[in-house]
């Protein structure tokens, strides 16, 4: 149970040793928390909570300095109309971008997170992997994302990913480490528990659940088996993690599901942008339009926000 | 013969018993599909059991007809005009139905016979309401006219008058949410709808609180126009257009005296929900 933890024996005793995940009742626990009802005062508080958690990203071929520009001044103030509105958690970028948005963002407490370690797949040597997170740091990142090697987990080389992500949390240096589970690849709830509790031993400060480049991105009882394994993971080893659901997530209603789920699941001490993050773009418009309809009384239409 | 019969006798036939009636529920109309109101409240209407809508099934009517309303615009007008032809011949099939629901025969005759009339109009309004201007300089000037957008509609309580604000509306590219005090012949009008390839979120129909439904719809920043022929209250619609005015929604007010529907509508309900886009084209290059 420590970071040293790295014979592939033992690792592989250690995983395969956590509780399997009951996959019907961890859904059904997901659908029953997810019909909640959260409403006026409680709703307000809420949904700020939620433009604060998010990390504002575009991960585009397509993405130009002109566009990221425009986000990171979005995320420095979402909504241009309200000043009581506040900013969000961090702007997501490629490794590219990032001293674009240094730019706009240098001393203003937003986060600059971006992806790393030949995003999306993975699927590149370590060496290219550790260049592509140093270069992201040394251009002004505080936040890295990388991505697992999904192939070395699924053959059961859970040395190699253990490796791998002690390797980038080295090449990190003080930005934190989000690692990227890319759950809809890993096919079981236990594996996506064994895989949270593998990047957690490994050093990560945050585990999150997808890049947004497959179909099957963050969903509710992964994020549920996700928050169990921090939880837990807290109370064997007295140190927190941070968990961020990342792609699909798109509306208000998504997003204090996944509120009440912290809450009921890992508790307050969650519910915190330093540990709960939802990497999401066009979830931040519909937390505007939800804020603007609670303080002008009226239903508030896309045509009124930025695009991007 | 009787061998047969014999062969047989093991068979039991059906009791001859009275049915137990079959009892409807008239739900809403919203994205093509027919749900209860998001509150779950019903209420009576001359024994039949109605949805009861609130101002978040408003919402989330408004978020179908905005998200309808590119694919409908885009399709051409032939296509428009098809759809609105099978609207009335499927109207035409189920006549006896809303005779059934109190419709009057000539009022249901006329309302098919209106849905005709709209759907000629659909590759023709461009041509009688654009219009070629002549500039003084090296270029041709188009006028053409596009859909407003989403258009929020009070319908009138009468069958006729609910056809003859919904027609229009569409029939110019627009998509609508339709308030209405009607519910019987509206939802039943919203079955023929749902089978007449009307893409799903062009129309949608809710029922019951028109009064309480109408001000959230009115002061919505992602409604385009709003249509009061069905608000009878002047209080009422003073106030719907104090809360449009704050999205410079385009309104269309009926006059005082009302609009009578059996007489033949003209041009003015189509125009009022289209906008003018001038094209100014250089020639002789």
Same mark, same amino acid.
């Given at each position: 149970?420590?970071?040293?933890?790295?014979?592939?024996?033992?690792?592989?005793?250690?995983?395969?040793?956590?509780?399997?995940?009951?996959?019907?009742?961890?859904?059904?626990?997901?659908?029953?928390?997810?019909?909640?009802?959260?409403?006026?005062?409680?709703?307000?508080?809420?949904?700020? @909570?939620?433009?604060?958690? $998010?990390?504002?990203?575009?991960? &585009?071929?397509?993405?130009?300095?002109?566009?990221?520009?425009?986000?990171?001044?979005?995320?420095?103030?979402?909504?241009?109309?309200?000043?009581?509105?506040?900013? $969000?958690?961090? $702007?997501?970028?490629?490794?590219?971008?990032?001293?674009?948005?240094?730019?706009? @963002?240098?001393?203003?407490? #937003?986060?600059?997170?971006? #992806?790393?370690?030949?995003?999306?797949?993975?699927?590149?040597?370590?060496?290219?992997?550790?260049?592509?997170?140093?270069?992201?740091?040394?251009?002004?990142?505080?936040?890295?994302?990388?991505?697992?090697?999904?192939?070395?987990?699924?053959?059961?080389?859970?040395?190699?990913?253990?490796?791998?992500?002690?390797?980038?949390?080295?090449?990190?240096?003080?930005?934190?480490?989000?690692?990227?589970?890319?759950?809809? &690849?890993?096919?079981?709830?236990?594996?996506?528990?064994?895989?949270?509790?593998?990047?957690?031993?490994?050093?990560?400060?945050?585990?999150?659940?997808?890049?947004?480049?497959?179909?099957?991105?963050?969903?509710?009882?992964?994020?549920?088996?996700? @928050?169990?394994?921090?939880?837990?993971?807290?109370?064997?080893?007295?140190?927190?993690?941070?968990?961020?659901?990342?792609?699909?997530?798109?509306?208000?209603?998504?997003?204090?599901?996944?509120?009440?789920?912290?809450? &009921?699941?890992?508790?307050?001490?969650?519910?915190?942008?330093?540990?709960?993050?939802?990497?999401?773009?066009?979830? @931040?418009?519909?937390?505007?339009?939800?804020?603007?309809?609670?303080?002008?009384?009226?239903?508030?239409?896309?045509?009124?926000?930025?695009?991007? | 013969?009787?061998?047969?019969?014999?062969?047989?006798?093991? %068979?039991?036939?059906?009791?001859?018993?009275?049915?137990?009636?079959?009892?409807?529920?008239?739900?809403?109309?919203?994205?093509?599909?027919?749900?209860?109101?998001?509150?779950?409240?019903?209420?009576?209407?001359?024994?039949?059991?109605?949805?009861?809508?609130?101002?978040?099934?408003? %919402?989330?009517?408004?978020?179908?007809?905005?998200?309808?309303?590119?694919?409908?615009?885009?399709?051409?007008?032939?296509?428009?005009?098809?759809?609105?032809?099978?609207?009335?011949?499927?109207?035409?099939?189920?006549?006896?139905?809303?005779?059934?629901?109190?419709?009057?025969?000539?009022?249901?005759?006329?309302?098919?016979? %209106?849905?005709?009339?709209?759907?000629?109009?659909?590759?023709?309004?461009?041509?009688?309401?654009?219009?070629?201007?002549?500039?003084?300089?090296?270029?041709?000037?188009?006028?053409?006219?596009?859909?407003?957008?989403?258009?929020?509609?009070?319908?009138?309580?009468?069958?006729?008058?609910?056809?003859?604000?919904?027609?229009?509306?569409?029939?110019?590219?627009?998509?609508?949410?339709?308030?209405?005090?009607?519910?019987?012949?509206?939802?039943?009008?919203?079955?023929?709808?749902?089978?007449?390839?009307?893409?799903?979120?062009?129309?949608?129909?809710?029922?019951?609180?028109?009064?309480?439904?109408?001000?959230?719809?009115?002061?919505?920043?992602?409604?385009?126009?709003?249509?009061?022929?069905?608000?009878?209250? !002047?209080?009422?619609?003073?106030?719907?257009?104090?809360?449009?005015?704050?999205?410079?929604?385009?309104?269309?007010? !009926?006059?005082?005296?009302?609009?009578?529907?059996?007489?033949?509508?003209?041009?003015?309900?189509?125009?009022?929900?289209?906008?003018?886009?001038?094209?100014?084209?250089?020639?002789?290059?």
């Amino acid at each position: 149970m420590t970071a040293t933890t790295t014979s592939r024996h033992d690792l592989r005793s250690l995983l395969h040793g956590l509780p399997g995940v009951d996959k019907v009742g961890v859904e059904a626990r997901a659908a029953a928390l997810g019909t909640r009802s959260v409403k006026s005062t409680a709703k307000a508080a809420a949904i700020d @909570l939620a433009i604060r958690m $998010v990390d504002l990203t575009t991960l &585009e071929g397509a993405d130009t300095p002109g566009k990221v520009r425009a986000l990171s001044a979005k995320a420095l103030r979402p909504d241009p109309a309200d000043a009581s509105c506040p900013p $969000v958690a961090a $702007v997501c970028v490629y490794p590219a971008m990032v001293p674009v948005a240094a730019q706009v @963002l240098a001393g203003s407490g #937003v986060h600059l997170a971006s #992806v790393a370690t030949a995003f999306p797949s993975g699927q590149a040597p370590l060496e290219v992997k550790l260049a592509d997170t140093r270069g992201a740091v040394a251009a002004g990142a505080d936040e890295i994302d990388m991505v697992i090697s999904r192939g070395a987990f699924l053959a059961g080389r859970y040395d190699l990913v253990f490796d791998e992500i002690v390797a980038v949390k080295q090449a990190c240096g003080d930005a934190h480490l989000k690692v990227i589970l890319e759950t809809g &690849e890993l096919a079981t709830y236990d594996n996506v528990r064994r895989a949270s509790w593998l990047a957690m031993l490994a050093g990560a400060d945050f585990i999150k659940t997808s890049t947004g480049k497959v179909p099957l991105a963050a969903t509710l009882p992964v994020t549920l088996v996700m @928050l169990e394994a921090v939880r837990d993971f807290r109370a064997r080893t007295g140190r927190q993690v941070g968990v961020k659901p990342a792609g699909g997530i798109k509306t208000t209603k998504d997003a204090i599901k996944y509120l009440v789920l912290i809450n &009921e699941t890992a508790g307050d001490d969650w519910l915190h942008p330093d540990w709960f993050r939802f990497g999401a773009s066009s979830l @931040l418009n519909d937390l505007l339009m939800q804020r603007t309809k609670l303080t002008t009384g009226h239903y508030a239409g896309p045509d009124y926000f930025t695009l991007d | 013969m009787a061998v047969k019969a014999a062969a047989t006798a093991w %068979r039991r036939t059906l009791p001859e018993t009275t049915r137990l009636s079959v009892r409807k529920t008239y739900k809403l109309f919203i994205g093509g599909k027919f749900p209860r109101s998001e509150s779950g409240r019903t209420y009576l209407v001359d024994g039949d059991n109605v949805a009861l809508a609130s101002r978040k099934d408003a %919402r989330d009517a408004v978020v179908a007809a905005r998200k309808a309303q590119p694919g409908w615009a885009g399709a051409t007008a032939y296509n428009r005009g098809q759809v609105l032809y099978r609207i009335a011949e499927m109207l035409e099939a189920r006549r006896e139905e809303f005779i059934a629901r109190g419709v009057s025969e000539p009022e249901v005759n006329a309302a098919v016979d %209106r849905w005709v009339w709209y759907a000629g109009w659909s590759d023709k309004i461009a041509q009688v309401h654009g219009s070629v201007n002549p500039v003084a300089g090296p270029y041709f000037n188009i006028s053409a006219p596009e859909p407003t957008g989403v258009v929020a509609v009070v319908a009138p309580e009468s069958f006729l008058g609910l056809v003859s604000v919904i027609a229009p509306a569409i029939v110019t590219s627009n998509t609508v949410v339709v308030l209405t005090g009607l519910p019987q012949a509206a939802i039943t009008l919203a079955e023929v709808i749902a089978t007449s390839d009307v893409p799903a979120g062009v129309i949608n129909i809710l029922t019951g609180d028109a009064a309480g439904n109408a001000p959230w719809l009115a002061s919505h920043d992602d409604v385009n126009a709003l249509d009061l022929t069905g608000v009878t209250n !002047p209080e009422l619609a003073t106030e719907l257009e104090r809360g449009a005015a704050g999205s410079l929604k385009r309104v269309l007010r !009926p006059p005082a005296e009302g609009i009578d529907s059996a007489a033949e509508p003209g041009l003015q309900p189509m125009t009022a929900l289209l906008e003018t886009k001038t094209v100014w084209h250089p020639k002789g290059f």
